[in-house]
């Protein structure tokens, strides 16, 4: 069989300086610190996705997003893959979704809380 259920999803890692933009997800099937991002809709191009997911979940209208990995895990009878991007060109006004609160975090921050 050449064909498999798989979830395409994607991350962006937003930064300036040395702070970077992370989500305090509130959802309990995932809790804690991580980048924002979401599902790739059916027929939307991957960069379009990612430009999509961030203005919903920061307000912030990304440029020129870098792919900087792919990660997959397994699921039930195929597979979750995570485009994951990151960008520094960046414009809005930063707020929160119903994903969670958003918060640029220093980089010596990192090591203190819940990734």
Known sequence: MR?????????CLIHKDEEYL??????????????PGGHIELGESIVDAVVREMKEETGLTIFNPHLCGVKQFPIENGRYIVFLFETNQFEGELRSSDEGKMYWV??????????
């Open 3 to 11: 064909t498999e259920n798989v979830e395409l999803t994607v991350l």
């Open 22 to 35: 992370l989500q305090n997800r509130i959802k309990n099937d995932w809790k804690g610190y991580t980048l």
């Open 106 to 115: 220093k980089k010596s921050e990192l090591p203190t809380i819940i990734l």
